[in-house]
T-cell receptor, first 119, second 111 residues
Framework: DGGITQSPKYLFRKEGQNVTLSCEQN?????MYWYRQDPGQGLRLIYY???????QKGDIAEGYSVSREKKESFPLTVTSAQKNPTAFYLC??????????????????FGPGTRLTVL | RKEVEQDPGPFNVPEGATVAFNCTYS??????FFWYRQDCRKEPKLLMS???SGNEDGRFTAQLNRASQYISLLIRDSKLSDSATYLC????????????FGTGTRLKVLA
């Protein structure tokens, strides 16, 4: 089955610790995204990547880092510099803009999410 | 003004009722519009895409009004299983890969 997987489902971080959230997709999508969702708030974009070995900061990138070494994978590291990391983290993917503009579908598809809690 | 605004609700409706949600957006150049459904503590799942004036899928109808800059979602014959939060998502379609999410409208269908 094609889809997006995230691991772990739950993650607990101690103060001063870096943690890495995994995101893998087998949809052959070029673009991948990381969002953060806090209670009662909309999704906020952390980072996105349009192609392998390239990524851009979103609206709330401070305290986070990413890599995109493979098309299928877009891991997110929450560093100790992120002061309030407790949240629900969602990874998503979509077709490239070129495919979208050529008449493809521009929808994003989401993984099941990772709940991060700071102890 | 927020880029995408939704009434947070909750909308409490009886089973079988028809309910409509509106979503307004500020960027008149926006090209693509979507409705997602999000259950409690789960990921958003695509409900409908709205690429032109609107479309219908079973009990769900989405409409786009570019002049007034809003999209709507109509749910007919509500089921208990429709209880969820409905997210409005707008994309400028300018190649920036940016999707703007509303905070969602919560629907509770009552038996």
């Amino acid at each position: 089955d094609g889809g997006i997987t995230q691991s772990p489902k739950y993650l607990f971080r101690k103060e001063g610790q870096n943690v890495t959230l995994s995101c893998e997709q087998n949809l052959n999508h070029d673009a991948m995204y990381w969002y953060r969702q806090d209670p009662g708030q909309g999704l906020r974009l952390i980072y996105y990547s349009q192609i392998v070995n390239d990524f851009q900061k979103g609206d709330i990138a401070e305290g986070y880092s990413v890599s995109r070494e493979k098309k299928e994978s877009f891991p997110l590291t929450v560093t100790s510099a992120q002061k309030n990391p407790t949240a629900f983290y969602l990874c998503a993917s979509s077709l490239s803009v070129a495919a979208w503009l050529a008449g493809g579908r521009g929808e994003q598809f989401f993984g099941p999410g990772t709940r991060l809690t700071v102890l | 003004r927020k880029e995408v605004e939704q009434d947070p609700g909750p909308f409490n409706v009886p089973e079988g009722a028809t309910v409509a949600f509106n979503c307004t957006y500020s960027n008149s150049a926006s090209q693509s519009f979507f409705w997602y459904r999000q259950d409690c503590r789960k990921e958003p799942k695509l409900l409908m895409s709205v690429y032109s004036s609107g479309n219908e899928d079973g009990r769900f109808t989405a409409q786009l009004n570019r002049a007034s800059q809003y999209i709507s979602l109509l749910i007919r014959d509500s089921k208990l299983s429709d209880s969820a939060t409905y997210l409005c998502v707008v994309s400028p379609g300018d190649g920036t890969y940016k999707y703007i999410f509303g905070t969602g409208t919560r629907l509770k269908v009552l038996a």
